[in-house]
């Protein structure tokens, strides 16, 4: 066979030129080399969004996973709530996830209002 007789017939992912390497990628090289740094971006992807959640720490996630849903009475407070739900040692982080947990912007209740009361 001579050389160009070589050059003309498929040799898998690359062809012949006259460039100084010698070789270029054909059709299907490039979309193997597409589809291989497709598949590594993938993987790569999914092991950082897999890393970015390690080290959280579950233990506050579960301990006010459960909510007991309260309706405030005439006269009732966020401070009263709390302190009926709990022995006084950690009242104000109570109240500020009642807070947070109602989106409340206030401290302000009416009555009638029902308010989900995180259970520990």
Do not use: C, Y
Not at 21 to 47: D, E, I, K
Not at 49 to 58: I, N, Q, R, W
Not at 78 to 106: F, H, P, Y
Request: proline fraction near 2%; charge should be positive.
């Amino acid at each position: 066979m001579s050389a160009t007789a070589i050059s003309s017939v498929n040799q898998g992912f690359f062809t012949h030129s006259t460039n100084p390497s010698g070789l270029h990628l054909n059709r299907r090289g490039r979309l193997a080399r597409s589809l291989v740094l497709a598949s590594l971006t993938v993987v790569l992807v999914a092991a950082f969004a897999f890393k970015a959640g390690a080290g959280t720490d579950l233990s506050r996630a579960k301990e006010t996973s459960t909510f007991l849903t309260v309706t405030v009475a005439p006269g009732e407070t966020l401070w009263s709530i709390a302190g009926a739900l709990t022995d006084g040692a950690d009242l104000r982080s109570l109240v500020d996830e009642i807070v947070s947990v109602n989106s409340l912007e206030s401290f302000d209740l009416q009555a009638g209002q029902k308010l989900r009361v995180p259970v520990r």
